[in-house]
């Protein structure tokens, strides 16, 4: 039993890392893909927002076949999916096929994100200690080595699609190799239950703190560089230390949250924190100098990097609820957070200065805090 555990570990881990390579590798091709269409930037953030569209839409959907063909299944079938998928905004030829295709990329994205996650709480279940953190910890893993293999592809030349076109080949080839491996469907198809209901309190509340919590992450993405430079006076290499720093402390903590969170349990995790992301974005801001306010952003990734996994996790063993519905509710509730987030703080940026608006990240981690202490 536990060669077979550890088998399948292993696969699902490749699973997440393919699926988190394809988003970065997406993100490194940007700038290329926006002098080769010579897009506006508010035509760019249209299809940004086209592919966020695309995932909050695809979660309901894979929640319902994840229920009733199993995660197993959909797991394979979604990250093949996403592999076919995820070069076609690179490769656009116009600016209205590359909406069509960040959507169809949103969408593929969001449905890895469900039946992978449900999963992913199926294993942690038959294991009985926590692991979403460190299927999530792959994830992040996969985003570096997509971001820094986007990059050397886009410097080598073949920032035209070609160099993502054979990434996804090779993506295909890694999930045809997990799929033996990955865990059957723990559920059979006869007793999940009714897919769409009407959510729990103690779903409601898990989908409340993973929207809140989520807020300070999607912020803290596209905001972090602007503080270092505007505002501490960074240089542009030293304005993207802060999200270097806090990308890296992600990835570090979940590969080593498992032990904390079976020891203090879930709530105290969020709860914490959240209370570190506070702590982290009032370091950020008031910091005199830009080498400090990165390392406040480092506290955040710290902060920020259980909440999303043990928050899935939670609503996968809600009980009353399909797993997979559960996954979907937390983590599309997560996504519109993060969609809303950057946007809010620029609009309080532009009337209030930019240290008031990331400065509003604090008090939302401190709800998002405040919201886990005292949840159902």
């Known amino acids: 039993m536990a060669h077979t555990l550890t088998r399948s570990r292993l696969a699902l881990c490749s699973i997440f890392f393919a699926w988190g390579c394809s988003y970065a590798m997406w993100g490194a091709h940007i700038p290329t893909l926006q002098a080769r269409l010579s897009i ?3 035509a760019l953030g249209l ?3 086209a592919f966020g569209l695309g995932c909050v839409v695809a979660q309901p959907v894979m929640a319902f076949f994840v229920a009733r063909h199993g995660s197993r299944f959909c797991t394979v079938v979604g990250s093949l999916i996403n592999a076919i998928i995820f070069p076609t905004p690179i490769l656009a030829p116009s600016v209205p096929l590359l909406f069509l295709a960040t959507f169809a990329f949103g969408f593929s994205a969001s449905l890895t994100f469900v039946a992978a996650n449900t999963q992913a709480t199926e294993f942690e279940i038959i294991r009985g200690r926590p692991t979403m953190s460190f299927f999530h910890g792959f994830f992040s893993l996969g985003a570096l080595a997509g971001s820094a293999a986007g990059g050397a592809l886009v410097t080598a030349g073949l920032g035209d699609g070609s ?3 054979s990434a996804a080949a ?3 080839v890694v999930t045809l190799i997990a799929t033996p491996y990955l865990l059957p469907s723990r559920q059979p198809k006869a007793t999940v239950g009714p897919v769409f209901a009407l959510p729990s309190r103690a779903l409601i509340d898990l989908a409340a703190i993973a929207f809140l919590c989520n807020m300070v992450e999607g912020a803290v993405i596209d905001w972090s560089a602007l503080l270092l430079a505007l505002d501490k006076g960074a240089s542009s290499g030293g304005a ?3 999200l270097t720093m806090y990308t890296a402390a992600m990835a570090a903590t979940r590969f080593y949250s498992g032990p904390i969170v079976y020891r203090i349990g879930d ?7 959240a209370l570190l992301m506070a702590l982290g974005v009032s370091i950020a801001v008031f ?3 830009p080498l400090l306010s990165a390392v406040g ?3 955040v990734g710290i902060g920020a990097a259980n909440n999303v996994p043990v928050l899935v996790s939670a609503g996968g063993r809600t009980p009353g609820v399909v797993a997979s519905v559960g996954v979907a509710a937390v983590g599309t509730s997560a996504l519109v957070g993060f969609l809303i987030a950057p946007p809010l703080i620029g609009f309080v940026a532009n009337f209030a200065g930019l240290r008031a608006g990331v400065g509003l990240l604090a008090a939302i981690a401190l709800a998002g805090a405040a919201a886990s202490a005292f949840r159902q």
């Open 40 to 42: 506006e930037p508010a």
């Open 47 to 49: 299809a940004l927002l």
């Open 163 to 165: 160099g993502a076109v």
């Open 170 to 172: 090779l993506m295909i």
């Open 240 to 242: 993207a230390l802060g």
């Open 267 to 273: 709530r105290k995790v969020v709860t914490l924190g």
């Open 287 to 289: 910091a005199p100098l």
């Open 297 to 299: 952003f480092g506290v």
